[in-house]
Structure formats: C-alpha cells, structure tokens
C-alpha cells in the first residue's frame, strides 16, 4: 500500500457492487424512448399477420372459406390447420405434456381461439383479410365450471384416446387431466379426525391474467439464402423457445437464432409458446420474407397466459390452545381448454405443496385434480413461482379461519404454529427443505412497525361505534407472513420441456480492465444489467460501470432456461458469482506470477492481489487482465475469461410479513388503504433501490388482482373481462403509498447468499389485502368470501351480513 | 384506398406525409415517421403509453385519425430532451427509479411534462390524480410520483434562479 492507493473504503464504493442503490443502467434508453421491443423491429419487406378468432367457446368447425380475404388488396396468404398440417404443425406440444392446437382443427375449445392467420403488406390489410374470413361453426354446449366438466358426458378434447393415460398418470373421466398428490393422506386424515378443532373452508383463487403492458409479439425473419432462421420475440425463455423452434420446425438448432429483445414486462404471460410465434415462422418461411405478429390487448386478455382459477378444498385441525397437528387439502384446477400450464415437467400443479407455508405442521396431503373447461389455456406464474401464489393464500386464508375458529388473533396463531430458526434447513410434510429461516423476528418486527396492539384496540372501538351507528365504516387488519419457494432449479428434478433448469454466465475480461458478462436469463423490467453487474464487481474487482450484462440472444448468450420463477438472482445470479471465481482463480495465478511469489502468498483485497504480509506489493486487476493478455506465462493460457452453468443444489426460501390496514365502507363497498407495511426478507441484497421498486410492484399487482382483477366467464363461455375497461389494473389514483422493511437471513447454499425478491409481494400481498377485507367482517361474522373483492362484493358480502339495516 | 396529405410538425420538424384516412397516429409516428417512442398498450386509450404531446395537450395518440392531426404541433419522448441534455424529468425518472421495463416510461413522461406545465407546483395528490390516465404495470406508481415531485421542485427551484 502506497499513498497514491485509494483506501480500501473508497475501492468498495468505487466498484458499486454489493449492497449499492445503483441506479439503473438500462434507464438511459428507455427515458429517451430509445428502447428496442418487439414492435420497434422493422425489417425491409415486412409483412403483418393477424388472427381470425372464434366467437364461440365451443363449436365445431365446419368450413374455412378464405377466397374472399384472398381478394383484399394487400392479402398475401391465409393459413389453416389443413395448411399446416403437412408440415406437422396444426398442433404443437404444451410445456405441461399436452398439445394445444396451433389453428382449429376441426373444433375450437374457447372463445378467442385461433383459427386462421392472415398474412397481409401491412397491419391494416391484415385486419381486413381477418374480417373477410368466412367460417361456418356448430356450435356445442359449453363448460365453464370445471366440477360441472367431470360430470359431464360433454367431451371436449376429443383427440384424446377415452381410457388412455394423460401425460402425468391416470384420467379418471374425459374432461380429467391428472391427478397429482403429495403427503400422507391417511396420516393426514387421521389426525384431522382425533384432532381438538378443525376449520374446513373451500378458498377459491379466482382466474386472472398478467398482462403486462406490452402484449406478446414477434418478428421471424427466414433467409433462404443462408438456410438462417431469425426471431425477435417476447419470450421469457429465449434459449428454450429455440430448441423448441428446432423440434417443431426441422430447422438445426445451429441455424435458428432467437432474439429477445427489450421486453415490456412479462409477469409469466412470456414463458409460454403460443400459436402467433408458431404461424409467424411457418409465414417467414412459406413468403420468404420476414413476418410480425403482435397481439392486441382483446386477444393477449382472452387467450395467452391467464393465471391462478383454483378451488382450494382445505381441511386444517389443532389443538384447543392452537397448535396445528394437520393440513389436507384438494383442488380442482381449471386448466382450460388445453394443459398449458408452464411449470416444471415433473410438477404438473408447480410447487404448490409449499402449501404448509411458514408452519411447523407435522402431517400434511395436497391432491390436485386438473381439468380441462372451455377456457382459454395457460395457469401460468403470474408473478410468482408455479402456483406459490395460491398455496401461500390458501394457507393464509386456512390460518385465518382456524382463528376464528379457535377464537384466537390470527397474529398470536402465527407465532405459535411459525417454524423455528434453529429448526433450519427445515423439511416440511410435503417434502421441501426450507433453506433458512427466522420468522419470529420478522414478525415481531412487523407487528411492532405498525403498533398491532394500538390497531386492534382501534378496531374494537371501531365495531362498537359502528354497532351504535356512529360510523359506516369498519377497520380491517389484514396479516400475511408468507414463505416463498423459487429458483428452481436442481435439475436433478426440475426440467421444461427436457430441459434441466440451471441457468448460466459467461464472463470476458477485457484488456484495459473491463468486462462483458452474457447469461441465460433475460430482463423484463428487474434491471439485470445493473444488479448483475454488481455481483460481478464484488466478486472481480471491476467496478459495475466498467461491466456490460447482455442477455437474450441465443447466437451470443450461454444456454440458459430464462427469467421467471424469481429464478434470475438465486441460478444465474449465482452462475455470475461462480465464473467470477473462475476469473479470481486464474487471476491469482497471474498476480503471483507477476509479483514472483507463490500462488498462496498473494491474497485477494477488494480489486486486487496483495502479497501477504506485504500490502505495498500488488496487483489491481486492470494490470492482471492487461497481463493475461500481452505476457507469456508458463503454465496459464493467455486470456482472461470463464463460464459457469449452475445447477443450484436447492431452491430458495424468501419470506416475508405484511400488513395491511384497510377502511371498509359497508354502505358503497369502497375501500382505502391506510397503511401498507411489507417486511422482506430476501437473504443478501444486491441493490435495495431495485429491491424496494420490485416490492412497490409486486404490491401494486396484487392490489390488483385482490380488490378486482379478474378474467370472468359468462355461461356459454363468453370473456366478460376482455378490455382494460373492464380489467382491472390500479391507477396511481387507487395505488397507496407503501412502508418497506426488512430482515436479512442469507441463503446457506447461494454462493452470495441471495433468495430473489421480484414475486414474493405477489405472493404474499393477495392474502394480506384479501385477510383486510375479511377481517373488517371478522366481528360480524364472516368467515370466507371470494376474490376479487371489487366494490360490488364488498357491498355484497356487508348486505348479506345484514349490515345494511 | 385513396391516401390523404397532411402536415405535421414532429419534435420540431415539419413533415409531410401520405397517410390512409383510417391510419390511427401512433402508427403513423411509429411506421412512418420511425418515432418510436410512444407504445402501444391496448389501442382503447385507457393505457397512456401511447401518449403524447399535441398542441400542448396529452392525447393518447392510439385513438386518434392521422388526418385529425393535420397541421398539429406534436411532441413526443423524443423531442424532450436530448443526450447530452436530458430533460429535468427524464433525470429524475433515472434518479428515483421511476421505472422498470420502461414500456410506459415514454408516455409517462411526456404526460408529466404537460402535468407540470399546467400545474408546476402540484400536491402529491394532484400528481396521483393528473397522472391517472397512464398505467404501469411494474413499478407501482410510488417511485414515479416520487420523481415527478423531484422534477417539480427542481424545475420551480431554476425558475426561481432564473428570475
């Protein structure tokens, strides 16, 4: 160490690593509408194509008449299924082991389907060429209640073999798709039975949908010179969305590059492959010219990606003092007209036996039986890891009314029933090893944060004035403390399509000191180019402004299974972590080299190798990176560059508490939220800035989907919910402000330490505005009601209580 | 189709253009005229990606006929700022990290340009309130009402200056 040396605070701050509010790399072009998204792609030549859709839910389809579309000026060509059933393409493979039909091949199954794509010289002609498409249905009778779909003799998918097994065992009637179990059924059913207090409710978390503000779309571009076959899109997966355009086309994977570029959001309305991506390509490759589709609001609402539409059966028993001895639960799962649902192959309802949730409850059983309706296809993540999201709200709604039941604070229930920290790694009754934990400190945290007792004094005071018609509205405290279970995932038993869920970094060290790292995930809004820059600075000694992240190009980027799951930080997060280790090992070597010491004699300092006990003695890594290119060093190939693909050895367990404190008008079913405090714990924190952005979010999305946001059917299968008119997404006028907190418990096995974060408010902000709701009534008697709770069923919900007089 | 001539000034620069009678702005400005800036986000007005600046007023430019704009003065994201000379509220979107996957970002700004020129010292509420006809789907509002009070009060703090 010399005077010209920095202190070794200063370098910290100079690398902008770990722990730093960096602000946002990517923002410079988005604030200058500069971003480059799907729609922005324009190619020479370019040709439009657009849907013809089914009105109809259910009905067969007797004929396809496109010669009067043919004659629209500027109509190029119009595909059916006939036209693309000789390539084989008139169906396609689901990510959940079925298939789904790229154009109605005989009969269409939900309102919205495709039937046939019009491709055309620019959008307008396309839309034209749609409406001139004439085809003659029959209509069927229509399904929308998956109870009623496996009583019916109504079959639906009639491509299915009667008899035959589906992808994941049995079908026990023909509008079945599989049942799934985890636990010990009898074990659960015994203690339930010798149990002191049982509470049963059915808890329904209704269908809704991501949308995320920019619809899917994409560009395919098919050089028949070169054999190259290129596409821009919104994927979430690039890497597999490839492979799979390889399966499905014929075309080697060499051959096939797949961009994503910016993407406007995604929420797991992206994972999926939808028939626009498919139809796009064949009509690249049947025109030879490239082709974009992009969907408009109305089909992006009605038929890619709803999430979430489960009818949740829950058994819970205690002790009188309310200690929980048994959970058993069974669902009906409305998958819709295919089973698309974009989970891991061998978890065909996801991860939702984490159902147990932050409890220590010692027998549990989930059976879920999927069933296909006339819906639309999906049940994906919608900001959550594979139905997270309905486990952690029917826990938090069972703990709810075990409390009513035992006549207990749902507060006090918590603590008592919540997994110790010393009870870590914990494997719970469904089979998970939580990673770490210390929930009783968060919560007490919390609970302290808001004054709980004050609150609850406040609430009394409340219903006793509203008993002597003082106030009309009544006070709602609603409590949430929530586990998550993402980053999947070892492959050892996590795979899409095949495909094992690692994901993958890949780092160049430049000559002068900087870097480039490329990885398998791809950004959606999280801000990877700045956050994994940062891992990368601290654990190379490059500062993060002196790194360029790339991701999302399949020519470039190292394999990877993509972003979504909150999979990003605790894979390819901890990928980023282990090529730097690479880097710092041959580095090492290099310095000792440089310096004339031994290998073990230098020592890594923040941006540098020091010999031991010599600080004076140094090298940064900007001279090791310059070295490893301009000297010949025996035994070190010149370079400096690594890769890493990283096969975590277990999930993470983010957790969580919040508190939601509400104002219910029982007379207008109008609701204000007073106070919103969200504890996270998210192990290690990157950047907090990002952090607390993703929380404002993930809150906001659940505000939505909690107090009105729903994809709603009427009884011939009709999308009543098929606009933002009537699709509920908040304003900044309905939005409350939110308190953020935390506690940091790190990840024992994620080389930083770090859970993800992006979907845990998600997670764990339904139940807390939905427990709100449910609370304001607790005093008057209500024990369940659905979601969403819009101002009607709030209304409803007071009227029905006979609180209108 | 018989195509229409009309006029625009876009940003500052005047331009004259062809346009089909039923060609809706945005995909004039996008198409033709490369400005891509603005989004589309559900071609009903109710997103406000769309947004932008007409004769100093906030139009959704998703729902309205090209030739409707004949003659208009427009400005879009674009016209902002430049560069090397950020606009006041594009360095406090970056700053307070009002935004994520910046698909509303355009539309958002330029909505809040014209928010703080008709009201330059506004309350919290009256931001939430002025700003209500632009969605976002990622950032849960707080961070963007948060920079735009920063703009406000550096934009009336170099007013202040100035005078």
């Given amino acids: ?805 | 189709m018989a195509k229409t001539h009309i006029t625009l000034t876009v940003n500052g620069e005047a331009k004259e253009l062809l346009v089909d009678p039923r060609e809706l702005l945005i995909h004039t400005l996008r198409e033709q005229l490369d400005v891509t800036g603005p989004h589309i986000g559900c071609e009903t007005s109710h997103c406000g990606a769309c947004t932008v600046d007409i004769d100093g007023k906030s139009v959704k430019s998703c729902t309205l006929f090209s030739v409707q704009a004949n003659g208009a003065d427009i400005t879009t994201i674009e016209g902002l700022g430049t560069p090397d000379e950020l606009h006041v509220l594009q360095q406090a979107f970056r700053e307070h990290h009002g935004l994520q996957c910046g698909y509303c970002t355009p539309g958002m700004i330029t909505r809040a340009h014209r928010l703080l020129q008709e009201n330059p010292n506004p309350t919290e509420e009256e931001v939430r309130f002025g700003m209500a006809g632009n969605l976002c789907r990622c950032t849960g509002y707080q961070n963007i009402v948060k920079s735009i009070m920063a703009a406000a009060a550096e934009m009336n703090a170099a007013q202040e200056a100035a005078e």
């Fill in chain 1, 1 to 805: 160490m010399n005077d010209m040396t920095p202190s070794r605070e200063d370098r910290v701050a100079n690398l902008k690593g770990l722990g730093t509010s960096r602000k946002r790399v990517e923002d410079a072009r988005f604030t200058q509408g500069k971003g480059n998204y799907v729609d922005d792609v324009k190619l020479p030549g370019m040709l439009f194509g657009d849907f013809v859709r089914s009105p109809y839910a259910h009905a067969r389809v007797k004929a396809i008449n496109t010669d009067e579309a043919m004659k629209v000026p500027g109509v190029l060509a119009v595909l059916t299924a006939k036209d693309l059933e000789p390539l084989n393409l008139h169906w396609m493979p689901t990510l959940a082991g079925d298939k789904q039909m790229v154009l109605a091949d005989g009969k269409v199954l939900f309102q919205g389907q495709e039937v046939a794509f019009v491709v055309a010289e620019d959008r307008y002609a396309a839309a034209d060429g749609v409406e001139a498409v004439e085809v003659e249905y029959e209509e069927l009778p229509v399904i929308t209640d998956p109870f009623h779909a496996l009583e019916t003799d109504i079959v639906l998918r009639e491509d299915l073999e009667a008899g035959a097994d589906g992808a994941h065992g049995p079908r026990k009637h023909h509008n079945h798709i599989f049942l799934w179990e985890e636990g010990d059924e009898a074990a659960t059913e015994q203690a339930i039975g010798e149990a002191e207090v049982v509470a049963e409710e059915m808890v329904y978390y209704h269908r809704t949908h991501p949308c995320p503000l920019e619809t899917c779309g994409a560009v395919a571009s098919m050089d028949k010179v070169n054999g190259k076959l290129t596409v821009w899109g919104t994927f979430q997966a690039p890497h597999v969305v490839r492979t799979v355009a390889s399966l499905l086309s014929g075309i080697e994977e060499h051959n096939i590059r797949v961009i994503s570029p910016d993407i406007g959001g995604g929420f797991g309305n992206k994972v999926g492959v939808y028939p626009g991506y498919v139809c796009a390509i064949v009509a690249s490759i049947v025109t030879g010219k490239p082709v974009k589709w992009i969907e408009d609001r109305m089909e992006n609402l009605m038929s890619t990606a709803f999430a979430r539409d489960y009818w949740m059966k829950g058994k819970i028993s205690a002790t009188k003092d309310g200690k929980i001895t048994g959970l058993h639960c069974h669902v009906t799962a409305d998958h819709g007209a295919f089973d698309a649902c974009a989970d891991p192959t061998k978890f065909p309802a996801g991860f939702f036996h984490i159902c147990t949730g932050s409890y220590d409850i010692p027998v549990a059983y989930v059976g879920v039986d999927g069933v296909y309706t006339n819906k639309a296809p999906g049940g994906v993540a919608y900001r959550c890891s594979f139905r997270v999201t309905e486990a952690a709200y029917f826990i938090e709604r069972m703990i709810e009314v075990l409390a009513i039941e035992l006549g207990m604070d749902a507060a006090e229930l918590r603590a008592k029933n919540f997994i110790k920290k010393e009870q870590f790694p914990y494997t719970s009754a469904l089979g998970w090893e939580y990673d770490s934990g210390d929930y009783h400190t968060a919560w007490d945290k919390a609970l302290k944060s808001v004054d709980y007792e004050g609150l609850r004094k406040e609430q009394a005071e409340r219903v006793e004035a509203f008993k002597r018609g003082e106030t009309r509205k009544l006070l709602g405290i609603g409590l949430t403390h929530f586990t998550e279970i993402v980053g999947a995932g070892p492959v050892k038993n996590c795979d899409i399509l095949g495909m094992g869920m690692f994901d993958s970094c890949e780092i160049r060290i430049h000559p002068t000191g900087s870097a480039i790292a490329r990885l398998g995930t791809i950004s959606q809004g999280q801000g990877h180019a700045t956050t994994f820059a940062q891992i990368l600075a601290s654990e190379i000694g490059i500062s993060a402004d002196s790194i360029t992240i790339e991701e999302g190009d399949t020519d470039t980027a190292p394999y990877g299974l993509g972003t979504y799951g909150s999979r990003s930080t605790p894979v390819a997060g901890a990928a980023t972590a282990m090529a730097g280790r690479k880097i710092r090992a041959k580095a090492q070597m290099i310095a000792a080299y440089l310096l004339e010491v031994h290998d073990d004699d230098v020592e890594w300092d923040v941006d540098r190798f020091v010999v031991k006990g010599a600080p004076e003695r140094f090298k940064t890594m900007a001279e090791i990176a310059y070295a490893s290119y301009n000297q010949a060093i025996p035994g070190v190939e010149p370079g400096l560059e690594a890769v890493s693909y990283y096969d975590p050895p277990n999930m993470t367990y983010p957790f969580g508490a919040y508190i939601c404190v509400m104002e219910i008008d029982v007379d207008t079913g109008e609701h204000e939220i007073r106070q919103f405090y969200a504890l996270d714990d998210c192990g290690t924190r990157i950047n907090p800035m990002v952090i607390e952005g993703q929380v404002h979010g993930g809150l906001t999305e659940a505000l939505a989907i909690a107090m009105g946001q729903e994809i709603a059917y009427d009884e011939i299968g009709n999308v009543k919910t098929g606009t933002l008119m009537d699709f509920f997404l908040p304003t900044s006028w309905e939005t409350p402000n939110y308190t953020t907190d935390h506690t940091e418990t790190p990840s024992p096995h994620h080389p930083i330490g770090a859970k993800g974060v992006g979907e845990s408010p998600n997670v764990g902000g339904v139940p807390a505005f939905s427990n709100a709701v449910h609370d304001a009534f607790r005093a008057f008697g209500l024990r369940q009601s659905h979601m969403p709770h819009d101002h009607w069923r709030i209304w409803k919900t007071a009227h029905d209580l006979g609180l209108h007089g």
